[in-house]
């Protein structure tokens, strides 16, 4: 469970046992605060990664390389389509779904334009063999320390959901492309620590610029720039040319989707976006 799912009314009750035995909410929030990565304006709370630290999980460098499957960074191979589609089941609690399906592959393209020459893959809809399900959640997902507007995934080789709450759409139309842009980022395999690390701080050159303001980084300071691009562009371009293999000692790995171990039969290409 996440920690920024909200509370079963049952377990707050005194006869829910002796097993649970539930903080204050506020002591709760404070205590969780630390774990919170938290961007754009209205102070969202991303779901998809933990707060940036300089490492993973702020582990230092040798329990990150000895510690799997951690120690690698997972980034996409050469020639990648992901092919994704709507969860259906999902979409049984709306009553316009023709509307919700145009507006949100309209908000998918454009938060993958703001990433322009720099998206490392194809996106494809499709109904068979897909790698991830695009799903529109009927109930916010917040707590004391806010609301999650979407989650998404990392690189591998598995399934995945990328799911967008209702709080996103009381959002204004810039934030929510941007929302999408920075899950999209974690699709591409971008942490958080790659924005939040001090210039001094061990290993504080993960990769990239380091601006203060990224799509990557922290509430107001969390927006898409010329650098975000440049970064991404670069990183990928010497992974796949062999170039650059780790980065501080921490290896690069390669990856494939799920959707090449089956043939896919047919789908509605969203945008080709690699040059």
Request: glycine share 6%; charged share 25%.
């Amino acid at each position: 469970m996440s920690v920024y799912t909200l509370r079963d009314s049952k377990l707050t009750k005194k006869n829910s046992g002796k097993v649970l035995k539930l903080r204050s909410e506020e002591e709760a929030a404070g205590l969780q605060e630390k774990y919170l990565h938290k961007y754009g304006k209205c102070g969202a709370v991303c779901d998809t990664d933990t707060k940036g630290h300089a490492t993973p999980q702020d582990q230092d460098l040798l329990e990150l390389m000895v510690n799997a499957p951690d120690g690698f960074v997972p980034l996409w191979d050469k020639n990648v389509t992901l092919r994704w589609r709507f969860q259906e089941q999902a979409l049984l609690q709306f009553e316009n779904v023709d509307e919700i399906k145009s507006y949100v592959r309209t908000l998918m393209a454009e938060g993958i334009q703001e990433w322009g020459d720099a998206v490392p893959v194809r996106f494809k809809e499709a109904n068979e063999a897909w790698d991830f399900e695009l799903v529109i959640q009927a109930e916010r997902k917040c707590s004391i320390n806010g609301c999650t507007l979407a989650s998404a995934f990392f690189p591998d080789a598995g399934r995945h959901e990328l799911n967008i709450y209702p709080t996103m759409f009381n959002q204004s139309r810039q934030e929510q492309i941007e929302t999408m842009a920075h899950e999209l980022g974690h699709v591409f395999g971008l942490r958080h620590f790659f924005a939040d690390v001090s210039e001094t701080a061990w290993p504080a050159e993960l990769f990239g610029t380091h601006s203060r303001f990224s799509i990557m980084n922290y509430g107001a300071d969390s927006s898409m720039t010329d650098n975000d691009r440049k970064d991404l562009k670069t990183l990928y371009a010497l992974a796949h040319s062999g170039e650059l293999d780790e980065i501080n000692g921490t290896r690069i790995k390669l990856v494939r989707p799920f959707s090449e171990t089956r043939l896919p039969t047919y789908g509605l290409e969203l945008i080709a976006a690699r040059h």
